[in-house]
């Protein structure tokens, strides 16, 4: 059976979740405790030596990073496909828009985490309206892309799955999407309906 070693609050790990999921395939999770350090023990760091989650198992092959991960599963389970399979431009800008998701969040989302994570009196307001405009900004950049588009690359794709989970963490960042942002707000509720993203906000606790 697959393997995921998963820390559920990892949005590489969620990316991969749902792609799991939408591929509807059986997998058993391995908690390894990032607030332990248990990513640089060294049977892990056998596994990654890189020392982060997630990493996937599937019988002989042992594949880390979540965009690798993903694309292994597509290979290898081909059905639902979240590549365009016959289209080399199409799946170009599925990869480019994937890796503007796992980069263009990132860093900022980190920060505005930490801000908010200090005790109330210590929270510096000017650096979390900063973060938060700069995520603002990424919206404007996603609102652009899906113009004519029911999905960021046309079609549902591996792109839409690598959004979905720093979308789900918008609320506790106290982001909100804009209401003149027509196109993100369509896509977040029809990638909501999905039943992959409703099982991880189950999974999650955040529905
Ligand atoms: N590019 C990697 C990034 C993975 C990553 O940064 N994972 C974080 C959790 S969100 C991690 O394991 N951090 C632990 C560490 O760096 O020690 C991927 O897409 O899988």
Redesign the pocket.
């Known amino acids: 059976m697959i393997k995921l070693y998963d ?1 559920p609050q ?4 969620q990316k991969v979740r749902l792609v799991l999921a939408e591929k509807d395939l059986s997998y058993e999770k391995i908690f390894v405790d ?1 607030m332990e350090n248990e ?2 023990a060294p049977e892990f760091l056998r596994l990654n030596p890189y ?4 990493v996937l198992v599937d019988e002989d092959e042992v594949i ?4 690798i991960i993903n694309e292994y599963l597509n290979d290898e389970y081909p059905h639902p496909p979240l590549l365009p399979p016959e289209d080399s431009g199409a799946r170009a800008r599925v990869r480019t828009l994937e890796d503007f998701a ?1 980069n263009s969040f990132t860093a900022q989302g980190g920060l505005l985490t930490a801000e908010l994570r200090k005790p109330p009196e210590q929270v510096d307001q000017e650096r979390v309206q900063r973060y938060r405009a700069d995520l603002g900004r990424v919206l404007e950049f996603l609102e652009r892309n899906l113009e004519g588009k029911e999905y960021m690359s046309g079609t549902f794709s591996l792109a839409d799955l690598a959004l979905v989970p720093r979308l789900l963490q918008f609320p506790k960042l106290g982001v909100e999407i804009p209401s003149r942002l027509i196109n993100v707000l369509a896509w977040s509720e029809r990638v909501k309906r999905r039943p992959s993203v409703k099982q991880l906000q189950q999974d999650l606790g955040l529905v």
Do not use: R
């Open positions: 820390f990892s949005p590489y790990c990032l990513q640089k020392g982060k989650v997630p880390y990073d979540s965009t796992d």
